[in-house]
């Protein structure tokens, strides 16, 4: 009641705006009025879906118009206002034509503001007319789905009763359409002669091939009758009937065991999916080839098609053979082990699929047909794609199994590296995006959505709707995020090509070339980000103000923040420390395991964890043991007695530095295994062997075998190792004094 007595007082002030827009020519609103109120008294009135839906359209058109409207009054009002700021207010003395130029724009305002009254009313009156009219579908729809008919037995009663003419018409249609039986027919003999022979010896031919399309040679057979057919000029519906559904068999049953094949090729990564697909290949054959007979049926004969939704038996055979298969599938999932998980979900199918059924049988026709339509179509969907989707995975691989055959074929042609290949995974994203997107518009078709409110939807989705002050376009955003990954990955292949191509940058030493390409690899990354942006519809300008909103927020506390998130920029520009490095910050050593925009992931020797700011990375001194390579100099001392040999133990040493098989025989300098006299104490002669190995992580374990090496080396030439000594002199005692009591 509230909402009718607003429609009236919103049609009651569109006729008062509407006078001043008539005036000044604007006879299209009195008409978008009129329709408005004239849909708006006939929703009162018992009125037939055909005509919601004529209304729904002709009242979308209106306030599609009065949105369009709106904006443009708005937009001459502003530079109206700003016209008239610029002539300002009336002075004592100023010139006539000065006068009359602030009347006549003060004239236009009043216009235009009357205008864009009438579309603001025009827009809402439409939106909720709009609004009225889905309602009255509604309950038409609701009122439709819970309508009783006939039962089964009253179902086959009818059916039973049905006139002979009807079944006499049916038959003249497939099998005597001039008259005279179709079969008695030289040329239909001829050509369906010419089909079975050709279908025998493609069954033949197909039980003894190898070949991978064997299964195809009946769909042959099939088209050889159809062209036979039209050559001979008895391209009858019956054949058309029969061909595509053949066809339509054949299809579908090459394409379930071309995957069968190609998932039993991969055992160890599909075989539970090989094993759901010989579960369900059979029913989805069923449900693709009888959906193919029933929609064929329907499109060649109208009136077949008028004969099966008038006799609800028919309709009710089909819904029933079609969830038949469905509990067939469920049946035989049983089995699987690996689909306990999914029990609940399988009860709930297989319990949906029996209400269908009964809901057939008690008389709920159109909502058993409503339900039935969604839950078949959306199950064979969701199957087809399932199946699909591990078709795609198998082709691009997995990180268990390794990449697939396409990604490593499109790598062999284009020539890339597996570094410089990353952004092929994103293809492999974007086929599984495409694929359940069309998933999703299949369900909701199938649930009912029609042509108009996918339109709405496709309208929203490209030109976008508006939330507070701010426009949304999301087709416009998900442009933006494929630009910005695309100019990211060509951004990394291009850093990859500068860096081997040594010729660009044969003028300058290697610090340069890191430079130059950092500087590079960080003008790339702001070029990708404000040109998303820009495709996004941000406004660049916009940018400005969220700077200056920074600047404050840095102000009032924010520097640490900020240092440690430009240092970590600086980090990932720059690359003084990777992942994987070993170095040394403070007191802090180990390996980097993670890099990231605020701090850096350090696992230190006694397997602990600590997180470095990225800010002291940068301004403190930091010692990488691995940036330009992992070459290190072990010093490895040995304190051997005063009376050895000094060039027999240097000779031993150095032999032991030179026997070690990880131990670099040239280091860069030049310089092989040596062993050097740096000390001679009062207790040893203090040698060190030098030596240079090639992989510093393995310091520890190469210092422990030389160390072993040497003292068994130098135990075995009979040369001692000094140990510490240190001499104790004892005083001597005085004389005694009373010889008994002294004692």
């Not at 502003?78 to 300002?88: E, F, M, P, T």
């Not at 005597?176 to 179709?182: C, E, H, K, L, S």
């Given at each position: 009641m509230l909402r009718r007595l607003l429609c009236t007082w919103l049609f009651l002030l569109l006729a008062l705006l509407t006078s001043p827009a008539l005036a000044a020519g604007g006879e299209q609103f009195a008409n978008d009025a009129a329709l408005l109120r004239s849909i708006h008294h006939g929703l009162a009135q018992p009125v037939g879906a055909g005509q919601l839906r004529q209304w729904q359209q002709?009242?979308?058109?209106?306030?599609?118009?009065?949105?369009?409207?709106?904006?443009?009054?708005?937009?001459?009002?502003?530079?109206?206002?700003?016209?008239?700021?610029?002539?300002?207010?009336?002075?004592?003395?100023?010139?006539?034509?000065?006068?009359?130029?602030?009347?006549?724009?003060?004239?236009?305002?009043?216009?235009?503001?009357?205008?864009?009254?009438?579309?603001?009313?025009?827009?809402?009156?439409?939106?909720?007319?709009?609004?009225?009219?889905?309602?009255?579908?509604?309950?038409?729809?609701?009122?439709?789905?819970?309508?009783?008919?006939?039962?089964?037995?009253?179902?086959?009663?009818q059916l039973s009763r049905l006139h002979k003419t009807a079944w006499d018409q049916e038959?003249?249609?497939?099998?005597?359409?001039?008259?005279?039986?179709?079969?008695?027919n030289p040329e239909f003999q001829g050509a369906m002669a010419i089909g079975i022979a050709l279908f025998i010896i493609a069954a033949i031919f197909r039980r003894h091939s190898q070949f991978a399309l064997r299964e195809l040679y009946p769909l042959a057979a099939l088209l050889a009758w159809a062209l036979a057919s039209y050559l001979l000029s008895v391209f009858y519906p019956i054949t058309i009937l029969i061909t595509t559904t053949g066809a339509a068999f054949y299809l579908s049953d090459w394409l379930s065991r071309s995957m069968?094949?190609?998932?039993?090729?991969?055992?160890?990564?599909?075989?539970?999916?090989?094993?759901?697909?010989?579960?369900?290949?059979?029913?989805?054959?069923?449900?693709?080839?009888?959906?193919?007979?029933?929609?064929?049926?329907?499109?060649?004969?109208?009136?077949?098609?008028?004969?099966?939704?008038?006799?609800?038996?028919?309709?009710?055979?089909?819904?029933?053979?079609?969830?038949?298969?469905?509990?067939?599938?469920?049946?035989?999932?049983?089995?699987?082990?690996?689909?306990?998980?999914?029990?609940?979900?399988?009860?709930?199918?297989?319990?949906?699929?029996?209400?269908?059924?009964?809901?057939?049988?008690?008389?709920?026709?159109?909502?058993?047909?409503?339900?039935?339509?969604?839950?078949?179509?959306?199950?064979?969907?969701?199957?087809?794609?399932?199946?699909?989707?591990?078709?795609?995975d198998d082709i691009w691989g997995n990180e268990e199994d390794g990449e697939g055959d396409l990604p490593r074929l499109l790598r062999q042609h284009l020539g890339l590296s597996q570094e410089g290949s990353s952004w092929l995974s994103w293809l492999r994203l974007f086929s599984h995006t495409v694929l359940w997107s069309l998933v999703l518009i299949l369900i909701l078709l199938a649930w009912g959505l029609s042509r108009s409110g996918f339109a709405i939807f496709w309208q929203y989705f490209i030109h976008g709707f508006d939330i507070g002050t701010f426009h949304i376009q999301p087709f416009r955003w998900l442009i933006a995020i494929f630009l910005l990954f695309f100019l990211f990955n060509v951004n990394q292949w291009l850093q990859k090509r500068l860096s081997g191509a040594r010729g660009i940058f044969r003028h300058f030493d290697v610090g340069s070339r890191h430079s130059i390409l950092a500087i590079f690899r960080y003008v790339g990354f702001i070029v990708a980000i404000l040109l998303s942006l820009s495709t996004a519809g941000v406004a660049l300008h916009n940018l400005a103000i969220i700077a200056g909103a920074l600047s404050?927020?840095?102000?009032?506390?924010?520097?640490?923040?900020?240092?440690?998130?430009?240092?970590?920029?600086?980090?990932?520009?720059?690359?003084?420390?990777?992942?994987?490095?070993?170095?040394?910050?403070?007191?802090?050593?180990?390996?980097?395991?993670?890099?990231?925009i605020r701090s850096t992931l350090i696992l230190t020797f006694d397997r602990t964890e600590v997180f470095v700011p990225n800010s002291e990375l940068i301004s403190g001194q930091v010692t990488n043991w691995t940036y330009s390579n992992n070459i290190l100099r072990l010093m490895i001392p040995l304190r051997v007695h005063h009376d050895s040999d000094i060039d027999e133990v240097r000779e031993i040493l150095e032999q032991v530095g030179k026997q070690h098989p990880e131990v670099l025989q040239d280091d860069p300098r030049g310089i092989p295994p040596t062993a050097l006299l740096l000390d001679v104490t009062e207790n040893a002669l203090v040698f060190y062997l030098r030596v240079y190995i090639a992989d510093c992580?393995?310091?520890?374990?190469?210092?422990?075998?030389?160390?072993?090496?040497?003292?068994e080396a130098l135990h075995r030439h009979g040369i001692r190792l000094a140990h510490q000594q240190q001499d104790i002199h004892f005083a001597e005692r005085a004389p005694a004094l009373d010889g008994p009591a002294s004692s």
């Open positions: 002709e009242v979308q058109g209106i306030v599609q118009d009065a949105a369009v409207c709106t904006k443009t009054q708005e937009a001459s009002l502003a530079n109206l206002d700003k016209s008239l700021a610029i002539v300002g207010p009336p002075v004592a003395d100023e010139p006539s034509s000065l006068t009359e130029l602030r009347q006549q724009l003060s004239a236009e305002k009043i216009a235009v503001g009357g205008k864009l009254a009438a579309c603001k009313v025009l827009y809402v009156g439409g939106s909720t007319v709009l609004g009225d009219i889905r309602d009255k579908q509604t309950q038409l729809h609701t009122r439709k789905l819970l309508q009783r008919g006939p039962n089964l037995w009253q179902q086959i009663a038959r003249n249609f497939w099998v005597r359409p001039d008259g005279t039986a179709i079969f008695s069968l094949r190609h998932l039993n090729t991969i055992p160890a990564r599909a075989q539970r999916e090989a094993v759901l697909l010989r579960v369900f290949w059979r029913p989805l054959r069923f449900v693709i080839t009888f959906m193919t007979l029933v929609l064929v049926y329907q499109y060649l004969d109208p009136q077949g098609s008028d004969l099966i939704n008038h006799h609800t038996a028919l309709v009710t055979l089909i819904h029933t053979a079609i969830l038949s298969s469905v509990l067939w599938v469920l049946w035989r999932a049983r089995r699987f082990t690996f689909l306990k998980d999914t029990r609940w979900l399988q009860l709930v199918l297989f319990g949906t699929a029996l209400v269908l059924i009964l809901l057939n049988f008690f008389g709920f026709m159109a909502l058993a047909d409503y339900l039935t339509n969604g839950f078949v179509l959306s199950l064979v969907a969701i199957l087809v794609a399932r199946v699909i989707a591990w078709f795609i404050v927020g840095i102000g009032f506390g924010l520097q640490n923040i900020v240092n440690n998130f430009v240092s970590g920029i600086i980090l990932l520009l720059e690359r003084p420390i990777r992942v994987g490095d070993w170095v040394k910050v403070g007191t802090t050593e180990g390996y980097v395991q993670r890099l990231s992580n393995n310091s520890f374990m190469i210092q422990t075998e030389l160390r072993a090496r040497a003292v």
